[in-house]
């Protein structure tokens, strides 16, 4: 068996990774969904809104699908 094989992120690294993707000066915001114990988000430029994504079990996934709904904006 090889040795090779990746290590999977940890939430915090995942974390890490989305953000560093996210333009600094956009506004990224997170909340807890209710009991459910589910994340939504949003990051969207300053001067723009936009769209939340709901449902995600962590705040990494969260985040990540928030900026694939926004990223338009940069064009």
């Given amino acids: 068996m090889g040795h090779n094989y990746a290590k999977p ?3 915090e690294q995942k ?3 989305v953000l560093a993707r996210v333009p ?3 506004v990224v915001a997170i909340e807890r ?3 459910a114990g589910l994340w939504k ?3 969207h430029p300053v001067d723009g ?3 939340w994504a709901t449902g995600a079990a962590d705040i990494a996934s969260a985040v990540e699908e928030a900026w694939r709904l926004n990223r338009d904006a940069l064009a």
Avoid: Q, V, Y
């Fill in 9 to 11: 992120l940890t939430p």
């Fill in 15 to 17: 974390l890490a990774r």
């Fill in 24 to 26: 600094a000066d956009w």
């Fill in 33 to 35: 969904e209710g009991d």
């Fill in 41 to 43: 988000a949003s990051a």
């Fill in 49 to 51: 809104a936009g769209e």
